[in-house]
């Protein structure tokens, strides 16, 4: 598949940044993977932002890590079928700002390796998700305001219902993006592991 030119990988661009696609893997809501292959990209103007991101977060002595950035509609189709909570997961009719490129889902991690506690893990969705939840910990609603405000200054927005989905402002004026990983179909994913 060839890669069109408003898409980067991200590994080549920042080699030292954590790269942990979860949906590579089955540390995900589906339980099994749905990308084929491990591959981080984005859109050339979120990488200008997430350059920023990378650079504000080294001043506070820490580093970012990407869970997901370009997820294909394929894949948003299983991530649909396994949550059709649009709370969580946006419908395809739709189409997710992952898939015009403009998206990225990213935590922090200090010097020694260590993830900050956000008082909720990737994808857990539930209210504890949400960017601001009474029952998160004081400590981790702090990581999660210093999350927020690295990748404010660089250039990107929150959204309420995820601590680690950031997008660019304008991110819905862009166009969604014919696929660029292959996936795995829901089928093949259903079959090995009912959702």
């Given at each position: 598949?060839?890669?069109?030119?408003?898409?980067?990988?991200?590994?080549?661009?920042?080699?030292?940044?954590?790269?942990?696609?979860?949906?590579?893997?089955?540390?995900?809501?589906?339980?099994?993977?749905?990308?084929?292959?491990?591959?981080?990209?984005?859109?050339?103007?979120?990488?200008?932002?997430?350059?920023?991101?990378?650079?504000?977060?080294?001043?506070?002595?820490?580093?970012?890590?990407?869970?997901?950035?370009?997820?294909?509609?394929?894949?948003?189709?299983?991530?649909?079928?396994?949550?059709?909570?649009?709370?969580?997961?946006?419908?395809?009719?739709?189409?997710?700002?992952?898939?015009?490129?403009?998206?990225?889902?990213?935590?922090?991690?200090?010097?020694?390796?260590?993830?900050?506690?956000?008082?909720?893990?990737?994808?857990?969705?539930?209210?504890?998700?949400?960017?601001?939840?009474?029952?998160?910990?004081?400590?981790?609603?702090?990581?999660?305001?210093?999350?927020?405000?690295?990748?404010?200054g660089g250039g990107f927005v929150?959204?309420?219902?995820?601590?680690?989905?950031?997008?660019?402002?304008?991110?819905?004026?862009?166009?969604?993006?014919?696929?660029?990983?292959?996936?795995?179909?829901?089928?093949?994913?259903?079959?090995?592991?009912?959702?």
């Amino acid at each position: 598949m060839s890669e069109l030119p408003e898409l980067v990988d991200l590994s080549v661009i920042f080699p030292s940044l954590h790269i942990d696609l979860k949906y590579a893997t089955a540390d995900n809501i589906t339980g099994a993977p749905i990308y084929r292959e491990a591959r981080c990209l984005l859109h050339t103007e979120a990488v200008t932002a997430l350059a920023k991101c990378i650079s504000i977060a080294q001043l506070a002595g820490l580093s970012l890590v990407v869970y997901d950035a370009y997820r294909p509609q394929q894949a948003q189709a299983i991530l649909w079928n396994a949550c059709p909570d649009p709370q969580y997961v946006v419908d395809v009719a739709i189409g997710s700002n992952h898939s015009r490129g403009t998206a990225i889902d990213v935590t922090l991690m200090d010097d020694r390796g260590h993830l900050l506690d956000m008082g909720a893990g990737f994808d857990e969705m539930h209210d504890r998700s949400h960017a601001w939840h009474p029952s998160v910990p004081p400590a981790a609603q702090r990581n999660r305001l210093l999350l927020n405000a690295i990748m404010f200054g660089g250039g990107f927005v929150g959204i309420n219902s995820e601590w680690w989905h950031f997008e660019l402002p304008d991110a819905a004026r862009y166009p969604l993006l014919d696929d660029q990983i292959y996936c795995y179909t829901v089928t093949s994913i259903t079959t090995q592991h009912p959702l």
